[in-house]
């Protein structure tokens, strides 16, 4: 069988408010997924969630799950009607149904098509998925919605990428931390980008003796970067909180992190990411493969040991 590699990225998973108790969401959610009775029954509608009017085979749902010796391991599914692989409304009224079945489905009965697709695995209060810079708040936003409809509304996750210790710039000496515009382009709403309106205006100013100016195309010629220095006083009163959360959120290649003795670091340096190769059966995976290599990951990183 062919194999296809597979990036594994490290998060962490907690409460977003402040519990006497710590909760196990491997063991709370899985509970939940246990006690639907078909797949509907735990299909979120995007409107649901997002205030956005759509067809009903728009939406999120987990297609399968398992839970033992403390793990829960499960797909999650981004479904959407179009073009891609379709999904059955017989695979709907099932409990559980695996990916490789469902990929394997033809266009008839179909109940929408997969626009993306992932594996996770829960343990103690670390998850580790696949695809996880496009679908990270989309599992998260699932999870919140299923504790809520079924009467658990007193918890609610956090789902934050878990950064390195190791061969990073340590927290007290970051110099500062530099964002390249690519960052403003891909992240920003149409309003925040006044951001880059504003580096245009400055460029003109700076340039603005060049005769043929109006000629000249300014945003091929530079760049704007935005360079955040770190308040170090203000830092020690917050115990480092506010620049550990601001790491652990940053998955960009556009994010520098800079620090004494001109070490230079990407924001994607700090995260935990893993590949793997992994069996390729059709159009998915061997999925106890991936089970099986989750679950190493996550009881390695538990127990305070380094894993590329």
Known sequence: MAKRKLTLQVHEIESRTTQVKEPKFAKLIFNILNSSLTIKDRFMEYHQEDGVISNQDEGDFIPYFNHSNGFLFGSFVRLRPGEGTNVSNIHLTQKTVSMNEMVKLSD??????????IFFCIYEGYLIMTSAKNNR????????????????????????????????????DIQKIQIAEGYFQNKLSKEETKILQVKRAVLQNMLKDIKD????????????TIHLKINKKELKKKDGKALDTLLRIVDSEDVIIKGKGAKTLKGTDYLIKIERQFEHIGKSFNEPEIETEMRKILKDIDNGKVVN
């Open 108 to 117: 008839e009965e179909s109940a929408g098509s997969i626009k993306d697709y």
């Open 213 to 224: 100016l109006k000629a000249l195309e300014l945003e091929d010629v530079l760049t704007a």
């Open 137 to 172: 708040k989309a599992l998260e936003t699932y999870f919140n919605w299923l504790l809520r409809e079924n009467k658990k509304g007193q918890y609610e996750c956090s789902i934050t990428p878990k950064h390195k210790t190791e061969n990073t710039i340590p927290m007290g």
